[in-house]
């Protein structure tokens, strides 16, 4: 029964590693994700995961519509978990 019980605390511990050291990060990655989408708001100037910056003219439930440069041609629909960065706009109250 001795080995028995050094290999139990082995898998034990192992699992542990694994949470600490994957399971955890990722769910903190998650919660931070969607306080991000759930910032959002239309004016909000925001970082795509393709490098480009844009303003956010419209917000639905998955999607949102971001203009980029100031070409108002140039709208395009996209995911929300395609949103980086969320920078708010600076408030002209001065």
């Known amino acids: 029964m001795?080995?028995?019980g050094i290999i139990v605390v082995y898998v034990v511990a192992l699992g542990a590693l694994m949470y600490f050291f994957?399971?955890?990060?990722?769910?903190?990655q998650q919660k931070e994700q969607q306080q991000l989408m759930d910032s959002m708001e239309?004016?909000?100037?925001?970082?795509t995961t393709s490098g480009f910056y844009g303003?956010?003219?419209d917000i639905?439930?998955?999607?949102?519509?971001?203009e980029f440069g100031n070409n108002k041609n140039c709208r395009i629909t996209m995911q929300k978990k395609a949103i980086a960065?969320?920078?708010?706009?600076?408030?002209s109250e001065e």
């Open 85 to 91: 960065q969320v920078e708010k706009p600076a408030s």
């Open 42 to 47: 239309i004016g909000d100037y925001v970082l």
């Open 2 to 4: 001795g080995q028995l």
């Open 60 to 66: 639905t439930e998955d999607d949102v519509i971001v």
């Open 22 to 28: 994957a399971i955890k990060p990722q769910k903190k």
């Open 55 to 57: 303003v956010i003219l």
